[in-house]
Structure formats: structure tokens, C-alpha cells
């Protein structure tokens, strides 16, 4: 069956469908969610929400387009939502964490740094990151990040560079 | 333009429209500057490609999905549990409007009160329907307060 007729049918509410329409592209989007979250197991919850929220959503997508750009983007969206709670989260441990342990306050975020890949992709600002994400592993225009992201193409484009004028610093650091 | 210019114009004032403004104009056409920044290829060994995922278990999104469905489905299941329960209990109370009541019987004192002494009166008669009643008189503690009560008598 084409991607066309997938979509058509998962539109219908068939989950076989709408199974086979991401079977192709659900590596791409975990490879996406593990670059933007660097944890393993979060990357695949966001994946997964990402997949729930486009077969909730079919009825937006615009047929005549491509599915994995969209389907992608949703991933970069739901993987930004997850880093805005994270951040809340470590504001207020870090904030508390001296109450809470009676001594220096932990540092969790450099910690699981240190444990996941891609550190060096984490250390950068999450819409950079997702950015870079879209823009040197998914191959997305400015246009289409800004699509995904929400932001002006200008924007997306500056996001890009600023990730990897960061990123060549931090290599040339590490080494 | 000058690439240290450049470079300097592009730090110097961080708004989109004109760092874009020189990404398009010089930046990204300049080798030099190009050289400033990682490359695909590079920025590519930093991360994942699907390429690194093939051992990964497949996605299953509707088990997401089923969960959702049955909270959904709980939820529901005590919305009409409350609702039913606000029902019976409404229409226990309407209901209860139409049960026959017995009704007391009405009581009438008569009392005889002592112009002179302020606080001082006498119960010529009390009845509690067509039937006399008997006075209780009840002091509690020390305060000089008196409680009187009436209840039926059995003649």
C-alpha cells in the first residue's frame, strides 16, 4: 500500500494502518527524541506520545505533504515539552535539594549527562538542540524546522548556526 | 564583508532577523566561516541516526493509547456513579416531602407572673393536647438558672 492510502485508512481510525504508515519512519523519530532528550528510555516515551498524538491528529495532516516531516515535528514538540518540565523540575530540586539531602545541592542534569551519549549535543539549549536534530540528521530545510518548532524561518536558521558554532567549540574543548 | 566583521556584527547584536540577514548574505557561502562551525558529517558522530537503532524494540504507541482509553473509561464510570448517586439522593429527598408525618400534639402554660418579684412566676395550667401535663423543674449547677419543661402526664 502507498503512504497515501496508509494515511487514508488510518484517518478511519485503522490502527494497522496507521502501524504500517510509521514502521518506517519510528527510528528516525526515536533517533530524534533520543538526540533532543539523551536518555534512552524518556526518548521512547516521547516517541510514543509522539506516534499517539499523529494518529490523533490525521485529520490535520495535509495529505499532498510528506508524513515523516510532520510526524517528526510532532516528535521535536512533544521532545521540547519534555525539556521545559525537566528544566521546572531542576529548578525547583536544585532550588530545594539543599533542604531536601542536608548538604551541597546534587547536580542531576550534569550527572546524567555524563551517562548518556551525545553529551555534547545536551549541553546545548533545547531549541538549538532541536534544531540541529532536524537540521543535520533529518536533512529539514529552515522552513521546515520552523514549521515543526513554531518559530520564524530566520530563527530556525540562527538556531542552527548557533548549535554548531557551540558544538564545534565544545569538540575542540574535549579534545 | 569581512569575515572578522562578520563574526563580530553576528555577536555583537542577537536578533533573528540579523543574524539571518548575514548567515544569508556571508556566512553560509564563506568557507572561513563555515570553518567556525561543525559540519553535518560531524555533528552526526555526536548523535543517533536511525542507522544506530537497528536492536531497538519496535514503538507501540496504542498501549499509550489503551491506557488513556481506560482512565478515560474509569473517569466516565464514576462520573455516573456520582451522578446516579446525586439522583437517588435528590429524589430521596423530594420523595420524602410526600411520607405522612404524625403530628405533635400542641401544648398551652398558663402563667401567672409576679409583678413585684422580677424573676418569679407560677404555672396555674399546662396541657399538652386535651390531657394536663406535668411540669419538670430542673436546676442546673449554681447560676439561680431554672429550666421548666412539660410532658404528658399519665392522667
Redesign the interface.
Known amino acids: 500500500m502507498s503512504e497515501e492510502e496508509l494515511v487514508r485508512d488510518a484517518r478511519q481510525g485503522d490502527?494497522d494502518a496507521?502501524a504500517g504508515l510509521?514502521?518506517s519512519h519510528?527510528?528516525?523519530?526515536?533517533?530524534l527524541c533520543?538526540?533532543m532528550l539523551g536518555d534512552r528510555e524518556e526518548a521512547?516515551d516521547a516517541?510514543?506520545?509522539a506516534?499517539?498524538q499523529a494518529?490523533q491528529n490525521l485529520g490535520r495532516f495535509d495529505g499532498g505533504r510528506a508524513f515523516a516531516p510532520w510526524l517528526l515535528g510532532i516528535g521535536a514538540k512533544r521532545c521540547l515539552d519534555r525539556l521545559r518540565r525537566r528544566r521546572t523540575f531542576l529548578r525547583y530540586f536544585r532550588g530545594h535539594a539543599g533542604e531536601w539531602l542536608g548538604g551541597e545541592a546534587a547536580r542531576p542534569e550534569a550527572a546524567a549527562e555524563a551517562e548518556t551519549?551525545?553529551r555534547?549535543?545536551q549541553r546545548l539549549p533545547a531549541r538549538e538542540r532541536a534544531a540541529?536534530?532536524l537540521?543535520?540528521?533529518e536533512g529539514f530545510s529552515a522552513r521546515e524546522i520552523a514549521a515543526a518548532l513554531g518559530c520564524?524561518?530566520?530563527?530556525a536558521?540562527?538556531h542552527v548556526?548557533n548549535?554548531?558554532?557551540k558544538?564545534?567549540k565544545e569538540?575542540a574543548d574535549e579534545l | 564583508m569581512n569575515c572578522s566583521w562578520v563574526r563580530f556584527a553576528y555577536r555583537a547584536l542577537p536578533l533573528?532577523?540579523w543574524?539571518?540577514f548575514l548567515?544569508?548574505h556571508h556566512?553560509d557561502r564563506c568557507p572561513r566561516c563555515q570553518g567556525?562551525?561543525?559540519?553535518?558529517a560531524?555533528?552526526?558522530a555526536?548523535?543517533?541516526?536511525?542507522?544506530?537503532?537497528?536492536g531497538?524494540p519496535?514503538?507501540?504507541?496504542?498501549?499509550?493509547?489503551n491506557g488513556?482509553l481506560r482512565s478515560r473509561a474509569a473517569a466516565w464510570r464514576y462520573a455516573f456513579a456520582l451522578f446516579l448517586a446525586l439522583a437517588v439522593l435528590g429524589a430521596t429527598a423530594w420523595l420524602s416531602r410526600f411520607i405522612p408525618r404524625q403530628s405533635l400534639p400542641e401544648g398551652t402554660v398558663t402563667v401567672l407572673e409576679d409583678a413585684g418579684a422580677d424573676r418569679a412566676f407560677a404555672v396555674l395550667e399546662a396541657r399538652i393536647g386535651d390531657a394536663p401535663a406535668r411540669p419538670v423543674v430542673f436546676k442546673p449547677g449554681q447560676g439561680g438558672m431554672t429550666i421548666v419543661w412539660f410532658e404528658k402526664s399519665a392522667h
Open positions: 490502527r496507521f510509521v514502521r519510528e527510528k528516525r523519530l526515536l533517533a533520543w538526540n521512547r516517541a510514543q506520545d506516534l499517539l494518529f551519549a551525545g555534547l549535543l540541529i536534530s537540521a543535520a540528521f520564524s524561518e530566520s530563527t536558521r540562527v548556526y548549535a554548531r558554532m558544538l564545534k569538540v | 533573528a532577523p543574524r539571518a548567515l544569508g556566512i567556525e562551525a561543525l559540519g553535518d560531524a555533528v552526526r555526536l548523535g543517533r541516526t536511525a542507522a544506530d537503532l537497528d531497538e519496535p514503538l507501540r504507541p496504542f498501549a499509550a493509547a488513556a
